[in-house]
């Protein structure tokens, strides 16, 4: 059982399943906040979280380790993550928690769009198609 928690699969379920509580649990939350508020609320309690996390766990390091490189990267990813939540919260707001989280989804598609373009990866015809019906699900899933 040990070794199942060392797999990246178990990881990325597990992701799907925190996502999808996210968005019911924000959908709720949302009601009578503004979506702005709310995205400021769910950020402090990350930040708590993974502090008490690394805490925690030793995984602490020293700032000066992390190469100006990486910071760039991961500064740049922290304003797309950002900008990300506060287009979702805005859309719980205004539409279905049902409806929004697929659509939102749509990210697996362009990452596999720009992991080509941007990173060089490879994707298999069949993986080609599988991307392909989950755009298409969302498109249908979206639709009144």
């Known amino acids: 059982m040990k070794n199942l928690f060392l797999t990246w699969p178990v990881w990325a379920v597990l992701s799907a399943a925190f996502a999808a509580l ?3 649990f924000a959908k709720v939350g949302v009601e009578n906040v ?12 990350i930040l708590c979280v ?4 690394l805490v925690t766990t030793g995984q ?3 700032p000066s380790s992390v190469s100006g490189r990486s910071y760039v990267f991961l500064v740049l990813s ?3 993550t950002g900008a990300s939540w506060l287009c979702y919260f805005r859309a719980l707001k205004l539409g279905d928690a049902a409806r929004v989280a697929p659509v939102d989804k749509l990210s697996v598609v362009m990452v596999a769009l720009f992991a080509t373009l ?14 392909a019906l989950i755009a298409a699900g969302a498109v249908l899933v979206a639709l009144r």
Not at 34 to 45: E, K
Not at 50 to 53: E, K, N, R, S
Not at 118 to 131: D, P
């Open 118 to 131: 941007f990173l060089g990866e490879r994707l298999s015809l069949a993986n080609w198609c599988g991307v």
């Open 34 to 45: 503004g979506s702005d508020f709310a995205t400021f609320v769910r950020t402090l309690v």
């Open 22 to 24: 996210t968005a019911i």
């Open 50 to 53: 993974v502090a008490a996390l």
């Open 60 to 62: 602490w390091q020293s």
């Open 78 to 80: 922290g304003i797309a």
